[in-house]
């Protein structure tokens, strides 16, 4: 989670990943996401929302870049 620690660890924010989509990125050690879900906070009713990304191959792990995050409203 992104956001302070207080929001994340608490009660306040519940988000439900729906999809999931994964792709390599062909002749880098990149791997491209898409994930999909509802995102509700402080029990208000659950928005949709949609984030894409690039885990980047760094050592023995990997690191997120280039992070898009978007709440579908209508």
């Not at 050690?29 to 980047?56: H, K, R």
Request: a negative charge.
């Amino acid at each position: 989670c992104d956001w302070s620690s207080d929001v994340c660890s608490s009660d306040l924010l519940k988000h439900e990943v729906k999809t999931i989509d994964v792709q390599p990125v062909k002749g880098l050690d990149i791997i491209l996401v898409f994930a999909s879900g509802n995102l509700s906070i402080e029990g208000s009713p659950a928005l949709q929302f949609s984030q894409v990304f690039q885990l980047v191959k760094s050592g023995a792990g990997y690191y997120v870049h280039n992070d898009l995050f978007r709440l579908n409203y209508g």
